[in-house]
């Protein structure tokens, strides 16, 4: 009988590094299955090579295959997504994509892609909800989920945008229970901008 082995623990540093690389990976799964906020292929498998490329975008450095394949065995262990073997290549399919953590971390890459590729036109695009005091906690929910995929809160039920992202917001009202209350403006200006501006380096 063999002995068992025994498992690594792993120092709170690398444990944050490890829960950086997860949110990545499935940021990186999610954005392979969107465009702008639209489903285009759910259930398709995506080669491992791709997600590499992603992530390399995301973060405009090298992680090491070896490193991502372990953050997907240990989502295929926890049944988030299936891997399969095809002419040497690995293959990875998200068993079910459309879940809060999985949209907030692509939205949240494909928020940060927009900042960095698109130039400022000078418009705001606003969330404004007013989720009823019953459901307070789903309203603080909604406003980390926000400030997380890079809105900037403008007023306690208000959170701004520079770049046009209403397929995005569609998206969420999909996943998230509260965004049912939200509506979503385009302002040519708002008052005391200077503070979203240097929040968003405008």
């Not at 080669?47 to 295959?65: C, N, Q, R, T």
């Not at 002419?87 to 809060?100: A, R």
């Amino acid at each position: 009988m063999k002995k068992a082995e025994k498992s690594k623990t792993l120092s709170p540093d690398e444990q944050f590094k490890h829960r950086q690389l997860r949110e990545l990976v499935l940021a990186a799964l999610g954005v392979s299955v969107l465009i702008g906020g639209i489903v285009i292929t759910p259930n398709f498998p995506i080669v491992m090579g791709s997600i590499i490329s992603l992530i390399k975008e995301f973060k405009k450095k090298d992680i090491p295959s070896a490193k991502i394949k372990r953050v997907l065995k240990n989502l295929e262990r926890k049944e988030i997504v299936s891997l399969q073997i095809k002419n040497g290549e690995i293959f990875v399919s998200l068993k079910n994509w459309l879940t809060p953590s999985t949209v907030k971390y692509s939205l949240k890459a494909i928020l940060e892609l927009k900042k960095m590729n698109k130039q400022w036109k000078g418009k705001w695009f606003l969330v404004m909800f007013d989720v009823p005091e019953i459901q307070r906690n789903k309203r603080i929910y909604l406003r980390k989920f926000l400030k997380y995929i890079g809105f900037y809160g403008y007023q306690k039920s208000v959170y701004i945008f520079p770049y046009e992202c209403e397929k995005e917001i569609a998206l969420i009202k999909k996943v998230v229970e509260s965004a049912k209350y939200v509506s979503y403006i385009v302002a040519e200006k708002i008052e005391n901008e200077q503070s979203a501006k240097t929040y968003f380096n405008l």
